[in-house]
DNA sequence: CAGTGGTCTAGACCACATC
DNA sequence: ATGTGGTCTAGACCACTGT
């Protein structure tokens, strides 16, 4: 690796390791280090950053502890690919007739383009005169919908879903994302609610009208945080749990 | 300070920082070392552990990471006091009959002295021939009831609480227990789950019968990890939202 | 001013993975 | 055997707090 220059931007008075650690995200945010591949190793990040390899495994420790990178003793460091496409699963438990818990399947019911509300263009920060993709899809297991999603994306970022027949959408979001439009999703902010069943839940999810559904609104963002989809899942209040360690 | 020696049932093939990190954990949960004062400097500490300052550091950093220690430049690294007997307000939001959010005050309405179940008796790591003290209590504001809780403690360790009078209990319960027993709550593990309203909670928060309710289950555990509280919350669904990052 | 934690160096040796 | 990250050393100087 070359010697790398810190962009005129970054306040230099900054503890290097800080210069380090957003120089690395920023490489990663920007695809030069693609998720599941091997960074350089310390020896040649301490070169090319001219720091000694206390400084540079600072830098490291707290993208570990972030979650962007992963360590493997005699391997190497390797950018982590998230895979909280499951992630609700930390809120429902979800078991198929036979007792085992598994991951539901997903299917996209209706696809339209369209002028997003105010609240979800501000979330987006998208400009007021772009449109949006607005995904309708349920989730289920062994053919039972359990999960019901309203998915929006900002169009000029995810052009390719506007043709995709929507039988080609597959059961996971986020790697067609990645596949069809190289967008990454890298960390999320969801927020639980308690809502009443509406007509649609109740007709969807099979529970009574007006009975407890949980709400999780999600807004999904790549590595350097910006937001590229927002959420919403609802699902019946029956299967809910949510586990949390406090200290 | 002296020449520290590891216990004889401590791994020593665990790296010197673990080690480090495991003594002070356990000087903090004999009480040797209290909450809100400082630990010894990391010049002593060096020369106790017998190790350099990057080793020392490194135990250091792991239990600032946990909450445990905090550290203030120029002034010392300290113990830290955990704080979130009012941590629920995470899951509620409450507001006053004038919009501003505020603490509820607790009222203990009933104590009892008897055997426990056999899932709070696990939960407790507690002998089967140990019994609990029972308390029933409500959380108010402007003085309407919005949380029923229950609170499950071993007897041997809240001796003092079998006959304090009920209207003695204030409005918190940590700093409780560690004013009249010692016992100071570092850490819990919460399980959130939606219920019905039974009978006594449309009673007692003013809620219809079969409504949704907010359960939330935690059981608290000292500086050493050891569970010393079980408890139940339930609380209108209405007012409850959580958020959470992921990455 | 003295004492504290915050940052950083320039190495060393070890354990593990791969060839 | 080579290359990787994991642990550890024995200092240095800086920034901040208090007297």
């Known amino acids: 690796m070359d010697i790398v ?9 900054l503890p290097r390791y800080q210069l380090i650690r957003d120089d690395i995200v920023r490489r990663i945010a920007d695809g030069q280090w693609a998720p599941e591949q091997a960074i350089p190793t310390e020896a040649d990040l301490c070169q090319a950053y001219e ?7 600072k830098a490291i420790d707290l993208l ?7 360590r493997t003793q005699g391997k190497g460091t390797f950018v982590r690919r998230p895979r909280f496409d499951s992630s609700l699963f930390r809120f429902f438990r979800f078991k198929s007739a036979d007792g085992k818990s598994v991951q539901p399947t997903g299917k996209v019911l209706g696809r339209t383009v369209l002028k997003p509300s105010e609240a979800i263009r501000a979330a987006l920060q998208m400009k007021s005169s772009e449109k949006c993709i607005r995904l ?17 994306l900002a169009r000029h970022r995810f052009e390719a879903l506007t043709t995709l027949p929507l039988d080609e959408f597959g059961d996971l979001m986020y790697p067609l994302y990645e596949r069809t439009c190289r967008q990454i999703v890298a960390s999320a902010t969801e927020t639980l609610t308690v809502e ?3 007509e649609e839940d109740a007709a969807a999810l099979r529970v009574d009208l007006g009975s407890a559904v949980i709400q999780v609104q999600r807004i999904a963002a790549d590595f350097a945080g910006t ?13 809910f749990q949510y586990q949390v360690d406090i200290r």
Do not use: K
Not at 5 to 13: E, G, S, V
Not at 51 to 57: A, C, H, M, P, W
Not at 136 to 152: A, G, K, Q, T
Not at 227 to 239: D, K, L, Q, V
């Open 5 to 13: 220059t810190f962009p005129t931007n970054a306040d230099l008075r």
């Open 51 to 57: 720091v000694s390899i206390g400084t540079l495994r």
């Open 64 to 70: 570990v502890a972030d979650g962007v990178l992963t």
């Open 136 to 152: 309708s899809r349920v989730r289920l297991i062994d053919s039972e919908p359990v999960l019901r999603e309203e998915i929006w």
């Open 196 to 198: 009443q069943a509406t």
């Open 227 to 239: 937001p590229i989809e927002w959420r919403t899942t609802r699902g019946a209040a029956a299967g």
